[in-house]
């Protein structure tokens, strides 16, 4: 799929991870992917971003749309002839938009579900809840920024987890033909994260006990991003035999 190169401003991204084990993300994973393990563990969680000012890269500001959004991620490898790669499959994109919607796995990479986002936040605290309109998929965090990093991640520091997750900048959804994954690079222009204490975190999917019985997944960890200028490229498909699972 071409895509023109987009260009915005990552006005808010909560990242709210969970280690999982990986015998049951590598049940849900469709091939070419395998999870990227961190201490024996395999990440996975919930991407919640706003974006603003949304526009082909060489397009006036003021032909740019703002959007919340919602990625299910998992990290990944998978062997691209013989060479290890990384980054993140997402099995699910919700979004406030209804043109990403109409455009999503049409002429931007990856099928977009819509949804409805609530949002309360000041300098300090921020709660974002989203529910999809087909039923199947809900979303709550609520947490304070703050300096404490959580003894039960399995990054020892912040610096680590933000080394990590830079490296999964690139995304592989479902595209609307079966068996093909459209990929997406976020390429940002400056990286700073920062860490969120959660007081709240609710998953429709990692609380679904028919993929992750209790003791299989656990929360590790949130970070946040404001106010970050990025584009978004475009990247070859990658075609698999394996279906994978649908968020639900």
Same mark, same amino acid.
């Given at each position: 799929?071409?895509?023109?190169?987009?260009?915005?401003?990552?006005?808010?991204?909560?990242?709210?991870?969970?280690? &999982?084990?990986?015998?049951?993300? #590598?049940?849900?994973?469709p091939a070419?992917?395998?999870? %990227?393990?961190?201490?024996?563990?395999?990440?996975?969680?919930?991407?919640?971003?706003?974006?603003?000012?949304?526009?082909?890269?060489?397009? !006036?500001? $003021?032909?740019?749309?703002? +959007?919340?959004? $919602?990625? @299910?991620?998992? #990290?990944?490898?998978?062997?691209?002839?013989?060479?290890?790669?990384?980054?993140?499959?997402?099995?699910?994109?919700? *979004? +406030?938009?209804?043109?990403? *919607?109409?455009?999503?796995?049409?002429?931007? !990479?990856?099928?977009?579900?819509?949804?409805?986002?609530?949002?309360?936040?000041?300098?300090r605290?921020?709660?974002?809840a989203?529910?999809?309109?087909?039923?199947? *998929?809900?979303? $709550?965090?609520?947490? *304070?920024?703050?300096?404490?990093?959580?003894?039960?991640? &399995?990054?020892? /520091?912040?610096?680590?987890?933000?080394?990590?997750?830079?490296?999964?900048?690139?995304?592989? /959804?479902?595209? #609307?033909?079966?068996?093909?994954?459209?990929?997406?690079?976020?390429?940002?222009?400056?990286?700073?994260?920062? +860490?969120?204490?959660?007081? %709240?975190?609710? /998953?429709?999917?990692?609380?679904?006990?028919?993929f992750?019985?209790?003791?299989?997944? @656990?929360?590790? /960890? #949130?970070?946040?991003?404001?106010?970050?200028?990025?584009?978004?490229?475009?990247?070859p +498909?990658?075609?698999? $035999?394996?279906?994978?699972?649908?968020?639900?």
């Open positions: 799929m071409w895509l023109p190169v987009m260009r915005g401003v990552i006005d808010r991204r909560i990242l709210a991870n969970y280690h &999982v084990d990986p015998e049951y993300l #590598a049940r849900i994973l070419p992917f395998r999870p %990227k393990l961190v201490q024996g563990w395999g990440l996975a969680g919930i991407c919640l971003i706003r974006l603003k000012r949304v526009r082909p890269r060489f397009f !006036p500001l $003021a032909m740019g749309f703002s +959007s919340e959004n $919602a990625a @299910h991620r998992i #990290a990944v490898e998978w062997d691209d002839h013989g060479v290890p790669r990384q980054g993140v499959y997402v099995p699910r994109r919700d *979004t +406030s938009s209804r043109l990403n *919607t109409l455009v999503g796995g049409r002429v931007f !990479p990856g099928v977009h579900q819509h949804a409805r986002f609530d949002v309360r936040e000041t300098d605290h921020l709660s974002v989203m529910r999809s309109d087909d039923g199947k *998929t809900r979303v $709550a965090v609520e947490g *304070t920024v703050s300096d404490r990093w959580p003894s039960e991640s &399995v990054f020892e /520091s912040l610096a680590e987890a933000s080394t990590f997750f830079e490296c999964g900048s690139l995304g592989y /959804s479902p595209a #609307a033909c079966p068996g093909t994954f459209e990929g997406l690079e976020l390429r940002t222009f400056q990286w700073h994260l920062e +860490s969120l204490d959660v007081s %709240k975190i609710q /998953s429709s999917f990692f609380e679904d006990p028919e992750f019985p209790p003791e299989s997944v @656990h929360f590790d /960890s #949130a970070l946040l991003m404001r106010n970050i200028e990025h584009e978004w490229h475009g990247r +498909s990658l075609r698999s $035999a394996g279906e994978g699972v649908s968020v639900r």
